[in-house]
């Protein structure tokens, strides 16, 4: 009797919600438009100027900060009466650029621009310049290569790593064997960078599309080891304290250790390479040429092509660096023998380098090791390194 009522009561409440009349259905409440809903940020001008915009209604002050800025500073931005804070610079040169807003002292992201370029800690904004010098580098309609995330073991970091490695077009087709070029990043960025803001691999399609390049792997590893937490602080544009010296020469070592104990045999393992120095080239830009000096001259038998991009030896680890060099230094006659070419490059306006790569070539000069001083314009920013690669592949593995 009891499970009959129920069901009758049950019965009843449907009833009545079918016949009873429908309610209004709850509204989201109405979002009032604001400018930012039609923002464009970065806009391309006709004649080779470029626009920034944020909108930032409750904001006192935004600032900008480029790559193709010469200096340390950065500009400040206009608001208008709608909350829009706007700023148009150049003409700038067709190239590939980097920049970020500062919001009332806070790093911002263009919030209209999906185009990211991610490092260690930080994250800018990346847009394009077309024209006829950014060729080199753009997205062009020729046989593209891959570009793949490739994760490792690293004994030396008792970790997981990951490296980005880049193969030729038609490499899953064949079973041709390639040279393999490993081309190192500076501080602040990650395994990422070279395919991200340094073009690796429209540069190197649009050399090989060409004819200008020998088809090649390119290994591109994370140069950035763990920071230890007793570390100096580094500060920029400032000579290296003998902390922060001895600081930086451990993590070269360590990455050194990395590179020939893990990334070198995970690549040899994982993909189809020449082994041997006259197929093996290395280069780096900044932290990742100190990199490259210290592989090569503790293991000058392992790479014919050596180039040290903005970075060099600083008067002040001179000493040092010719007593851990020695093997490499002191028999000019065989390092000439292993190491087919040593260029080193870097901006006439780069403040942080140019002293090192220039003390380095000196130094080089005294100790009768045959190589290349490459002096460009410019300072210590993509735009150069680049092109110092796009220049640099074209001579490897001749």
């Keep these: 009797m009891i499970q009959l009522t129920r069901l009758g009561i049950s019965a009843g409440l449907l009833l009545l919600a079918v016949a009873a009349p429908p309610r209004a259905s709850a509204q989201p409440p109405r979002r009032e438009p604001t400018p930012n809903d039609t923002l464009v940020s970065p806009e391309v001008l006709s004649d080779r100027r470029v626009t920034f915009r944020i909108y930032a209604p409750k904001a006192s002050e935004v600032t900008l900060r480029g790559d193709w800025m010469e200096g340390p500073g950065s500009v400040k931005l206009e608001k208008d009466e709608r909350g829009v804070w706007a700023f148009t610079a150049g003409p700038l ?30 994250l800018d904004n990346m847009f394009l310049l077309p024209g006829a010098e950014a060729a080199f580098e753009d997205n062009k309609l020729v046989p593209h290569g891959d570009i793949r995330q490739v994760w490792y073991r690293s004994s030396t970091l008792d970790a997981q790593r990951r490296m980005h490695v880049y193969t030729p077009p038609g490499y899953d087709r064949g079973e041709a064997r390639y040279p393999v070029f490993y081309l190192l990043h500076g501080g602040g960025d ?18 090989l599309a060409d004819k200008k390049a020998k088809p090649m792997i390119v290994v591109m590893p994370n140069g950035s080891m763990p920071r230890p937490a007793n570390a100096p602080v580094f500060t920029p544009g400032a000579p290296p304290s003998p902390e922060m010296a001895a600081a930086m020469a451990a993590a070269q070592q360590r990455f050194t250790d990395e590179l020939f104990n893990d990334v ?29 000096l210290r592989a090569v001259t503790s293991r000058p038998d392992q790479f014919g092509y050596v180039a040290v991009w903005s970075s060099g030896v600083n008067p002040q680890i001179a000493s040092d660096f010719e007593k851990r060099s020695a093997a490499f230094l002191e028999n000019p006659e065989r390092t000439g023998k292993l190491v087919k070419l040593f260029s080193i490059s870097v901006g006439d306006k780069d403040t942080l380098a140019l002293a090192g790569a220039k003390n380095l070539s000196e130094l080089l000069n005294r100790r009768g090791i045959r190589h290349d001083m490459h002096l460009s314009g410019g300072g210590h920013t993509w735009i150069n390194w680049r092109h110092y690669l796009n220049e640099y592949a074209q001579v490897l593995f001749r």
Aim: aromatic share 10%.
């Design 264 to 292: 070198i045999p995970c690549v040899e393992k994982s993909f189809r390479v020449l082994s041997g120095r006259e197929s093996r080239a290395i280069a780096g830009l900044s932290m990742g040429g100190g990199q490259t």
């Design 93 to 122: 040169a067709p190239d590939y650029y980097s920049y970020s807003f500062n919001v009332d002292g806070v790093r911002t992201l263009d919030p209209k621009n999906a185009t990211i370029k991610q490092g260690v800690s930080t």
């Design 190 to 207: 990650e395994d990422s960078g070279w395919s991200t803001i340094g073009r690796a691999g429209f540069i190197i399609d649009n050399l």
